[in-house]
């Protein structure tokens, strides 16, 4: 199969010259013209997605549709509505009909994250429309045939899960037809310099941070537990508290802090750089200081005052919102990234008003 003939090119969308990472290009030249599903398992971070797009884009269904869901953000009881759809009327708030996942990915590829999240009983449901290429919607009584091609992924030791009656085996056999392990960063540390080039090169908002070479060797030498993800965490940041500057290992030790204190200076600069609120916090003149998060949230007006509420509910739903896009909106990430349980994020989000991308 020709992938440059298609305009993909596998080393531009999984970038290193890693064993690792030629073995898995290689994987997925193999198996991306059949029609088989493919599991995807590896660390948080390594990349899961970018896999099931790269499948996608070079297999014959790369002009259908590519339709991700991820199994760990959506609440136990909308999931089966999210993936087969229902009828008008099928359950309080059902105001019309609603096609699912499913149906959305007919002749394209469904790709199924975090399925080591999946309740046991959709399990099941789940199972019966992989064997019958068939969904029902909640509520309907008619079989709707569909044709999407399955790519899931999970973080999660699946074989654990198995033992442990968590995960049905026979579900696992019927998507892991192909399995696809990947890689952690920390295993193909010789791909750090090429990923940090290859995340400059793409940022065109701002100019970008210079990684000199003990820069890249600091960076090289680093665990990584937050795997691609984090790297391009620390390459973002660098962007924006040293823009079209030079930096060194030093530079980068402080960058890899992840609890540590940081200047007046480098707070200003980072949420300055951070997008506009989706909603504005209500003031008064009591609470003028609310707003005047960007000066520092840590100095208090003797003359007007704070609402602690107000500025603490800001910075919150403003964590949560990097957390989400560093994250590429899959919930469990983010709410590792922030030390919450999935469940809190979720209802943190309700709260706000906030969505997964």
């Given at each position: 199969m020709?992938?440059?003939?298609k305009?993909?090119?596998?080393?531009?969308?999984?970038?290193?010259?890693?064993a690792?990472?030629?073995?898995?290009r290689?994987?997925?030249?193999?198996?991306?013209?059949?029609?088989a599903?493919?599991?995807?398992?590896?660390?948080?971070?390594?990349?899961?997605?970018?896999?099931a797009?790269?499948?996608?884009?070079?297999?014959a269904?790369?002009?259908?549709?590519?339709?991700?869901v991820?199994?760990?953000a959506?609440?136990?009881?909308?999931?089966?509505?999210?993936l087969f759809?229902h009828?008008?009327?099928?359950?309080?708030?059902?105001?019309?009909?609603?096609?699912?996942?499913?149906?959305?990915?007919?002749?394209?590829?469904?790709f199924?994250?975090?399925?080591?999240?999946?309740?046991?009983?959709?399990?099941?449901?789940l199972?019966?429309?992989?064997?019958?290429?068939?969904?029902q919607?909640?509520?309907?009584?008619?079989?709707?045939a569909?044709d999407?091609?399955?790519?899931s992924?999970?973080h999660?030791?699946?074989?654990?899960?198995?033992?442990?009656?968590r995960?049905?085996?026979?579900?696992?056999y019927r998507?892991?037809?192909?399995p696809?392990?990947l890689?952690?960063?920390?295993?193909r540390?010789?791909?750090?310099?090429?990923?940090?080039?290859?995340?400059?090169?793409?940022?065109?908002?701002?100019?970008?941070?210079?990684?000199?070479?003990?820069?890249?060797?600091?960076?090289?030498g680093h665990?990584?537990?937050?795997?691609?993800?984090?790297?391009?965490?620390?390459?973002?940041?660098?962007?924006?508290?040293?823009?079209?500057q030079t930096?060194?290992?030093?530079?980068?030790?402080?960058l890899?802090?992840?609890?540590?204190?940081?200047?007046?200076?480098?707070?200003?600069?980072?949420w300055?750089?951070s997008?506009?609120?989706?909603?504005?916090?209500e003031?008064?003149?009591?609470?003028?200081?609310a707003?005047g998060?960007?000066?520092?949230?840590?100095?208090?007006?003797?003359a007007?005052?704070?609402?602690?509420?107000?500025?603490?509910?800001?910075?919150?739903?403003?964590?949560?919102?990097?957390?989400?896009d560093?994250?590429?909106?899959?919930?469990?990430?983010?709410?590792?990234m922030?030390?919450?349980?999935?469940?809190t994020?979720?209802?943190?989000?309700r709260k706000y008003?906030?969505?997964?991308?």
């Amino acid at each position: 199969m020709d992938i440059r003939g298609k305009g993909v090119v596998l080393e531009d969308v999984l970038v290193g010259e890693s064993a690792a990472m030629a073995e898995l290009r290689r994987l997925i030249r193999q198996v991306a013209p059949s029609q088989a599903s493919v599991f995807v398992n590896g660390p948080s971070g390594s990349g899961k997605e970018v896999v099931a797009r790269a499948i996608h884009a070079v297999s014959a269904r790369g002009a259908g549709a590519y339709v991700p869901v991820n199994c760990g953000a959506i609440p136990r009881e909308l999931l089966e509505s999210e993936l087969f759809g229902h009828e008008k009327g099928s359950f309080t708030g059902a105001h019309a009909q609603h096609r699912g996942r499913f149906e959305e990915a007919d002749g394209g590829t469904l790709f199924l994250d975090e399925i080591g999240d999946m309740p046991h009983d959709m399990q099941v449901k789940l199972l019966r429309v992989l064997e019958e290429k068939a969904v029902q919607r909640v509520g309907g009584r008619g079989q709707i045939a569909v044709d999407a091609r399955i790519v899931s992924a999970t973080h999660r030791d699946i074989e654990q899960s198995i033992e442990a009656g968590r995960f049905r085996e026979d579900l696992f056999y019927r998507l892991a037809v192909f399995p696809i392990e990947l890689p952690s960063l920390a295993d193909r540390a010789e791909d750090v310099p090429l990923l940090v080039r290859h995340f400059t090169s793409r940022e065109t908002e701002r100019p970008c941070a210079r990684f000199s070479d003990q820069a890249l060797d600091r960076l090289a030498g680093h665990s990584w537990p937050g795997n691609v993800r984090e790297l391009r965490n620390v390459v973002d940041r660098a962007n924006i508290l040293y823009p079209d500057q030079t930096i060194g290992a030093e530079q980068v030790e402080l960058l890899l802090v992840r609890r540590g204190r940081i200047s007046i200076a480098e707070r200003v600069a980072l949420w300055e750089a951070s997008e506009p609120p989706v909603r504005e916090v209500e003031t008064s003149p009591s609470t003028a200081a609310a707003p005047g998060i960007e000066a520092d949230p840590l100095i208090i007006d003797p003359a007007h005052g704070v609402d602690l509420r107000s500025v603490l509910a800001e910075i919150e739903r403003r964590y949560i919102e990097q957390a989400l896009d560093h994250s590429s909106g899959v919930v469990a990430d983010a709410a590792r990234m922030l030390s919450l349980q999935r469940t809190t994020l979720i209802e943190k989000m309700r709260k706000y008003e906030l969505k997964a991308a």
